[in-house]
């Protein structure tokens, strides 16, 4: 399943999302997503499941950042891998205040995927670039 996320968005990035799941075997689902959380677009997930792993990925990619300014000297996070048993799960800095999770199949080659995602990420970086929210759409 593709889906945007936000009907009224201004770019629909659904589709380079089902690009990526389409040329890397293995690759299940892609979920981009502002690094506070919010899913922006989805490729191979229904959306309760895309928001799940949007919250997942934000979580990680957090505690990434706080263990880069404690241990690595900045908060710069370019990627997190999680190897579980049948899947593996990566989340990636996709410009600023964007984060693209990928979840892949065990027999997935992970040097392959790290670098599609980064082709991905740096070909399109400035429209995967969630702006930062002002006080009045927090407060909504």
């Known amino acids: 399943m593709v889906s945007a996320v936000h009907p009224g968005q201004e770019s629909d990035l659904s589709w380079l999302l089902s690009n990526l799941v389409d040329r890397v075997p293995h690759t299940r689902s892609v979920v981009l997503l502002s690094s506070d959380g919010l899913m922006k677009a989805v490729s191979g997930l229904d959306v309760e499941s895309a928001e799940q792993l949007a919250a997942i990925a934000s979580g990680l990619f957090s505690l990434s950042r706080g263990a880069g300014l404690k241990f690595g000297g900045n908060e710069t996070v370019r990627q997190v891998i999680v190897e579980l048993d049948n899947t593996l799960l990566f989340v990636a800095s996709a410009g600023s205040g964007s984060v693209l999770a ?8 992970a040097g392959v995927l790290g670098y599609e ?17 002002s006080t009045d759409q927090r407060s909504r």
């Not at 990928?102 to 080659?109: M, N, P, T």
């Open 102 to 109: 990928v979840l892949a199949g065990r027999e997935a080659d």
């Open 117 to 133: 995602m980064s082709q991905l990420i740096n070909s399109v970086r400035p429209f995967l670039t969630t702006p930062t929210r």
